[in-house]
């Protein structure tokens, strides 16, 4: 367990810690010489029960609320420090408000400097004390008075802490590993050292991780664990790492920063998120309000952007996040705002969506994946956020810090997967339906059409997919016999190019001079064109439909052959290259069994060296037995 010391200035939370441990928490020669706390400090103890308790001593300075902060984010349970003598003090509240922002419902209140105060005065901070908690997530903590000084109540507090200790539930280390950092230092004869809370899954000796935001790659090269030396480090506990690597250094690495698995590193300047402002604010949070804002240890410059319009004090509303620079988050992270002069708190809450657009932020379909995305439980949420529109998978999982085996989470949405998305199952029954719909109604407006673009396909269906997971949904849908897929164009397994009656027709008039005797030197375009006293335009459609159906083959530009005569030239080509030694035979040798001229002869062995029937070598050819029977034998 850690617990977190919160409270005023000079109201004895270092003594309480040393008291209840027995280290100094104050290591810098100025605290020691002022008296008072300016970092933050650490230390452990075993309170009775076992286990290792961590102690986090934050500074009670109202221009130090922002160390108060890099410390508070990690702790599991709150010790509110109120000095019998001067009673409840604006940090105190300020303190408080922080721990209601960051949601934490377990806490104890000391009464220190007990030996200061009679019965009655206790009495009355007791009071004092019962009203600020009213309303907070602390209202039914316990306040025992202590006294660091004569050691009153120092054995009950110790108890009580222990007992807090055997029912905080170990947090689970399943997922993947995240560290806040609030220190870095250098030790000599170790190298660079990093101090944090595990706030997820584990890390071990020789692990790979990476420091975010600035993408840092560094090895563990050691661990102590809740001031011990360990082979591991766990969610939940205190840990300082030695760390190693190219540019891994001191300076390198800062207050703020997050040591995580390398999967989780994804920076983000731009989050939505749920925000709760206080009810001492003086004015409603409007649009581009400037704030500083805290998470875990981070504190960043940033600018608010309500969702729905101005939030009043003492309300809650959807917010967009833009900050002044990247940092490491994960959704469900808890934040608190303060004012730009480091004056006082506006308010807090928690993070939604860490990949906010910066356009269209407050449609309403937005507005919904955001009411889904509170969910706390990650298959519920998916769920909720796939009834609006396909999700990442990987980024859902990656910013929820989730182990990367979505298996039961996408079981539990009933999510079908393409490429990196998931969707709903009605989403994916609406896409195949549209697909071949859409398909269905192509072809009948155009018969004689091949098939629809692949990309006018994708752009014409909802959901739209990106183009990789569009591919992959088509493949899928190809692969189950629903569409045919074409190089870039699609069709129903059932259609076929048909010529129209008039179509029919023309090609009627065609056909017999690309099969007579001058088959292999038929006419042109333009030859039918001043025959039939038509359009070249007219006719090259024609026969370019006629390709399509595999009636002809387009030898050169507007020459045509019949498909019939194309597998006779291929026959006769077999024939020269059988009667040659080697196989190989020149073009000369198949103009003369043809009869149709060197242009033309070229023209169609050029045809056939496109579609790989033949092999080229200088001025030999042969016949590629692989694709020997491209037109038939």
């Known amino acids: 367990m850690i617990v977190g010391t919160a409270g005023h200035i000079d109201h004895g939370k270092t003594a309480l810690v040393k008291a209840l441990t027995g280290i100094e928490a104050d290591r810098l020669a100025e605290e020691k010489a002022r008296g008072i706390t300016i970092e933050l400090g650490f230390a452990y103890a075993d309170l009775g029960g076992g286990a290792v308790t961590g102690f986090v001593d934050v500074p009670g300075h109202e221009r130090l609320i922002h160390t108060m902060l890099a410390g508070a984010g990690g702790i599991d349970f709150a010790l509110l420090v109120v000095a019998a003598d001067d009673g409840i003090m604006p940090q105190t509240r300020e303190h408080l408000a922080i721990l209601s922002l960051l949601n934490l419902p377990r806490g104890i209140v000391a009464l220190t400097k007990a030996d200061l105060a009679g019965h009655e005065r206790r009495a009355e901070v007791t009071a004092q004390i019962r009203t600020a908690l009213a309303g907070t997530p602390l209202a039914g903590a316990d306040i025992l008075p202590v006294s660091s000084l004569t050691g009153e109540g120092i054995a009950d507090l110790r108890a009580a802490l222990a007992a807090a200790e055997a029912e905080t539930a170990r947090r689970s280390a399943q997922g993947p590993f995240r560290l806040a950092v609030d220190r870095s230092f250098t030790l000599a004869g170790a190298g660079t050292i990093v101090t944090g809370t595990v706030i ?13 935001p600035s993408g840092l790659n560094a090895r563990v090269r050691g661990i102590h664990a809740q001031n011990h030396r360990a082979v591991e480090g766990f969610a939940g506990q205190r840990c300082a790492l030695n760390l190693a690597g190219d540019g891994v250094t001191r300076a390198a690495i800062h207050r703020g920063d997050m040591i995580l698995a390398p999967m989780l590193h994804a920076p983000t300047d731009r989050i939505d998120a749920e925000l709760s402002v206080l009810p001492t604010e003086p004015r409603p949070v409007g649009i581009w309000f400037p704030a500083r804002l805290h998470s875990h240890a981070a504190d960043v410059a940033a600018r608010i952007v309500p969702l729905r319009g101005e939030i009043a004090p003492g309300e809650r509303g959807l917010v967009q996040l833009v900050l002044d620079r990247p940092i490491a988050a994960a959704v469900g992270d808890r934040f608190v705002l303060r004012d730009t002069s480091a004056s006082r708190s506006i308010g807090g ?46 980024g859902f999982l990656r910013d929820r810090a989730l182990p990367l085996a979505p298996a039961a989470i996408q079981d539990a949405a009933r ?13 994916m029954q609406g896409l195949r339906h549209a697909l071949t719909d859409t398909l269905a109604a192509f072809h009948a407006g155009n018969p004689d059409l091949p098939g629809i673009g692949r990309e006018k396909l994708r752009l014409a269906l909802t959901p739209r997919l990106p183009k990789e997971e569009f591919l992959a949904f088509l493949r899928d849908q190809a692969q189950a016999g629903r569409v ?16 129209s009656p008039e179509d029919e027709a023309l090609f009627a008039r065609i056909l017999p001079q690309l099969l007579g005797e001058g088959r292999f030197r038929p006419p042109r375009v333009r030859d039918f064109a001043q025959e039939f006293g038509m359009d070249e335009r007219e006719i090259r459609r024609v026969l370019k439909l006629a390709q399509r159906l595999g009636r002809v083959d387009q030898i050169a530009q507007d020459h045509f052959f019949a498909r019939a005569v194309t597998a006779e030239m ?11 030694e080697d196989g190989w035979f020149t073009a000369p040798a198949f103009r003369d069994r043809v009869q149709n001229g060197r242009k033309v002869a070229i023209e169609i062995l050029d045809f056939l060296d496109r579609h790989g029937l033949t ?19």
């Open 415 to 427: 999510a079908e997967i393409v490429g990196r998305l998931a969707l709903s199952a009605a989403q």
């Open 570 to 580: 291929v026959a006769i080509l077999r024939d020269v290259a059988g009667q040659s």
């Open 484 to 499: 045919v897929l074409e190089g870039a164009f699609l069709r129903l397994p059932g259609h076929e190019v048909q010529l």
């Open 200 to 212: 997820s899954g584990r890390v071990a000796q020789e692990d790979t991780v990476i420091v975010s």
């Open 349 to 394: 809450g928690i993070f939604l969506d860490l990949r906010a657009p910066a356009r269209k932020r407050s449609t309403p379909e937005r507005l919904a994946v955001l009411a889904a995305a509170r969910d706390r439980d990650p298959a519920s949420a998916l769920a909720g956020m796939l009834a609006i529109a396909p999700v990442d998978l990987p």
């Open 615 to 633: 092999l080229r070598r200088g001025d030999l050819r042969r016949i590629n037995p692989h694709r020997a029977d491209l037109f038939g034998e």
